[in-house]
């Protein structure tokens, strides 16, 4: 089982950046992908990014140009740095962890709150 710590959100203010940390309890995290999701309230969860183990990257469109989704391998650790915020990016993000064969691990989440 991968334990999963998600880091590094706060209060910023419209226009600031933040970078969002994933670290991973357990060395076979490296041959996973990883996803950020997040959740406003009252909303569903929504998908952000995705990174392979190969280093693959998308992103949704609400993403796209001012996120940027990472790994570091040797550090067992994902990163999505989130520039240009916005309000309505206000939410929980949740780092999860998938591998190979299909098993998927949560990290707690961390709020991000964008005040304009």
């Known amino acids: 089982q991968v334990q999963l710590v998600e880091s590094g959100g706060g209060l910023v203010q419209a226009g600031g950046s933040l970078r969002l940390s994933c670290a991973a309890s357990?060395?076979?995290?490296?041959?996973?992908?990883v996803d950020w999701f997040r959740q406003a309230p009252g909303n569903q969860r929504e998908w952000v990014a995705s990174?392979?183990?190969?280093?693959?990257?998308n992103y949704a469109d609400s993403a796209k140009g001012r996120f940027t989704i990472s790994r570091d391998n040797t550090k067992k650790t994902a990163y999505l740095q989130m520039n240009s915020l916005k309000p309505e990016d206000t939410a929980v993000y949740y780092c999860r962890s998938t591998a190979p064969n299909g098993l998927a691990y949560w990290g707690q989440g961390t709020q991000v709150t964008v005040s304009s």
């Open positions: 990174i392979t183990s190969g280093g693959s990257t």
């Open positions: 357990r060395n076979s995290f490296n041959l996973n992908a």
